[in-house]
């Protein structure tokens, strides 16, 4: 028997591509591949790139340029680019970097496997169709292999609001929902090898449509109620959503379906209606505010993320005065702030931009502002009981490391008997910067 070849994957951005990763992973391992955590024994590197931000995109041409003296020292090593860079810029990377063998699209890597046979020939091969068949209908059923208790699962791709920022319109197409039988026996499957919580995944998911047991089109919400039926699976979340699609059977499963998280990542992205009209996303600070009152008159112990740009064109210090104050008003658990980054091709692009250094100046108040009510609201959990669903030892001997309902890391000392995808009570007994401790109450 031939040794098996080694797979170097190396994931950047959003959770989308960790689960694409994986895909590709699985798809490869037909071809004989099994992963390896370094790059300097792989047989293939696989970047699997994001390009949401300027600096995110750069970082492949960095990180690709440092696998030249790999590549001299093993000339059948196969360098492969997928992701969002890959599909916005594929004849650049071919182009700008020569190690490059492969090229491939987030949504025709189903085709990852005949690419590596071309390539293997010494042909150089670029993938960035939005194919007509369905890359997951072509994709081989999940491997049995056990696996950590949480899973991520892609339900939705794709995004149609075209926010003037934003490429993923661009780079992951339009609005598609995968229907609900598969994504049940996918579930299923997951629940099989261990996972005892899955993260529904969608550019928008929110707006998920998918084909129903019916025959339907089915909401969001519809999904989680079929998906709380399975045995085994103890959670479910989703991210990330739009506030426009919070429908009303979606708010009030997060009132009455024990399954479902105390958790939702609402991005608003800014607190002024004149920026928030310039970026297209057709919701004002107010009705975003609206949203936020019904879902935690659902749930009142929800916890909100939300994402933030700073300093996108024409942001004033008045419209970002705005921003703070809706900040102030929701109170997030945790939130993601990044300063405007131009992307190519997209209607913001185009206009005045913010100085620079006024937009840094913003980013560190908007964060500082951030970090302190994260760090108030981690703090409350102080005394309160909370599930936590172990993931992991911890560094300290004998604990163990999970996430509560809330999405917070929790540390429990003397927990190493139970195992890994156990789901215990535990009383939090203190908050340090990133996380909690806690102790059992019972098991
Ligand atoms: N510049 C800065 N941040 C951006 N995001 C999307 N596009 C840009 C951009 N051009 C942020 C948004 C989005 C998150 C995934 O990334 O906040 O919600
Ligand atoms: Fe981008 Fe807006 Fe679509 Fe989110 S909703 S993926 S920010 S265009």
Not at 84 to 93: D, F, L, M, N, R
Not at 115 to 131: C, H, R, S, Y
Not at 133 to 151: C, H, Q, T, V, W
């Amino acid at each position: 028997m031939t040794a098996p070849k080694k797979l170097f994957i190396k994931t950047y951005g959003c959770q989308m591509n960790v689960y694409d990763s994986e895909r590709m992973s699985e798809a490869l391992g037909e071809q004989g591949y099994v992963e390896t955590k370094s790059a300097d024994d792989a047989d293939m590197i696989l970047l699997n790139t994001c390009h949401i931000r300027e600096k995110a995109a750069e970082k492949v041409y960095s990180e690709l340029g440092r696998f030249k003296g790999l590549k001299t020292k093993k000339p059948d090593l196969k360098i492969g680019v997928a992701g969002c860079v890959a599909q916005a810029e594929g004849q650049e990377i071919m182009r700008r970097q020569p190690l490059v063998d492969l090229v491939v699209g987030p949504q025709s890597y189903h085709r990852l496997p005949e690419m590596e046979a071309k390539a293997g020939q010494g042909t150089k091969v670029l993938d960035t169709d939005f194919p007509e068949e369905d890359k997951f209908e072509k994709l081989k059923r999940r491997p049995k292999a056990k696996r950590g208790p949480s899973a991520f699962l892609t339900v939705q791709e794709g995004c149609d609001k075209f926010c003037a920022f934003c490429v993923v319109p661009y780079t992951r197409g339009a609005e598609v929902s995968r229907p609900v039988d598969r994504i049940l026996r996918e579930t299923q499957d997951l629940v099989e090898r261990g996972v005892r919580e899955i993260t529904l995944l969608g550019q928008n998911v929110n707006a998920y449509h998918g084909e129903g047991l019916d025959g339907n089109d089915w909401t969001l919400a519809q999904l989680i109620w079929e998906l709380d039926k399975v045995d085994g699976l103890e959670r479910i979340r989703f991210t990330t959503s739009h506030p426009n699609d919070m429908q009303d059977d979606l708010i009030e499963a997060h009132g009455n379906c024990k399954k479902l998280m105390p958790y939702l990542h609402l991005p608003v992205q800014a607190g002024s209606d004149r920026i928030l009209k310039r970026m297209n996303r057709s919701h004002t600070a107010e009705s975003y505010l609206r949203v936020v009152e019904r879902i935690r008159a659902a749930r009142p112990d929800l916890l909100l993320s939300g994402d933030f740009i700073v300093g996108f064109p024409e942001e004033t210090e008045e419209d970002f005065q705005a921003t703070l104050d809706l900040v102030e008003e929701v109170r997030y658990g945790t939130a993601y702030s990044f300063k405007y980054s131009t992307r190519p091709g997209t209607p913001a692009a185009e206009r005045a931009q913010v100085d620079p250094a006024e937009a840094d100046d913003r980013l560190r108040r908007l964060q500082a502002l951030l970090t302190k009510q994260q760090r108030e609201i981690q703090d409350s959990m102080v005394g309160r009981e909370v599930g936590v669903l172990f993931e992991k030892e911890g560094r300290l001997p004998g604990q163990m490391v999970g996430k509560s309902e809330y999405l917070h890391s929790v540390h429990v000392a003397n927990s190493d008997h139970l195992e890994i995808g156990t789901l215990a009570r535990v009383r939090i007994v203190s908050s340090v910067t990133n996380s909690l401790a806690g102790e059992l109450i019972s098991e």
